[in-house]
């Protein structure tokens, strides 16, 4: 069981139309922490993620229910 992985926090420089660019952050996650079978997430699960004081918080969002 993998309970932890070192990281790090990726910047990609996109640009968009005429002249405008805008950053992209990306976290890396190891693939021997994703393959763990305790890990939380599947591929394409949509997540929420929070800022609480110095660490991020990854949940699963919860879904949206249409009234019936």
Known sequence: MV???DT???VAKKKVGKGR?????TIYLPSVLVRD???PFKPKDKLVVKIQGERLLVEKRKSK???S
Not at 21 to 25: L, Q, S, T
């Open 3 to 5: 309970a932890k992985a």
């Open 8 to 10: 790090k926090l990726s």
């Open 21 to 25: 660019a805008y950053e992209a952050f």
């Open 37 to 39: 079978s305790a890990f």
């Open 65 to 67: 229910r249409s009234p």
